[in-house]
């Protein structure tokens, strides 16, 4: 199993640090157009020396300002819309309380910003899905050859429900018009192939079909 990091945070000093990363740029970018002989002090040598060095640092200061200023403006963005869209969804909830479904599986992979989005939204309907388990694909090979090019995959009961992204609209009219069930874990052990010899410890109700596929170890 893998877990998936939720919230992306902000470092509390990049706003300043972008803000005087790009100040100081341009002051130094200014100070190598004017001159300097209104100082009240003496620059460095290296500033009559070798001035276009300084002008390259003034750049590179200035392209880093704006770089983290832009980080910063995208990330509150961010924050701002899943704070709006959590507001709509504290205004929606199904006519019948409960928990749907007995499990929930989350095929994801590591460095996958839909697999960190599939898990927010899943967290805000925690209240009427089980606990969501998340399967990292390379642990398996057949997984990856399954999944490899469509991670997140969101299965329910087995059933493959989303691929790619999340759909609210559609989880909702699930959750909706799924049966309210109080079994939390799965209620069969085995993988239903009916063969003895099988060592698959699945449930059958992770499966799509009446059997353990690829993760079946019959002999």
Known sequence: ????AHKEELPKGLPFLGNSMLFLGLGILALSLTGTEWLPFNMPRSWYQSPAIWQLL?????????????????TEMKHAERNHVSQKKEDWMPEEQGQRFQTLFVY????????????????DYA???????FVDIYSDPAL???FGTCVPVVAFDGKIRFRGRIN???????????PVTKAVGATQSGCGCNKQSCGCKRPTSQLESNGCGNNCRCA
């Open 1 to 4: 199993m893998s877990t998936i």
């Open 58 to 74: 003034a750049l590179c200061l200035s392209c880093g300002g704006v770089a983290v200023l832009k980080q910063v403006s995208s």
């Open 108 to 123: 994801t992979k590591e460095n996958c910003p839909l697999c960190e989005e599939a898990a927010e939204i899943l967290e």
């Open 127 to 133: 209240a009427y899905l089980p606990p969501a388990d």
């Open 144 to 146: 990856v050859e399954q």
């Open 168 to 178: 609210e609209v559609l989880l909702r009219r699930l959750i909706a018009a799924s």
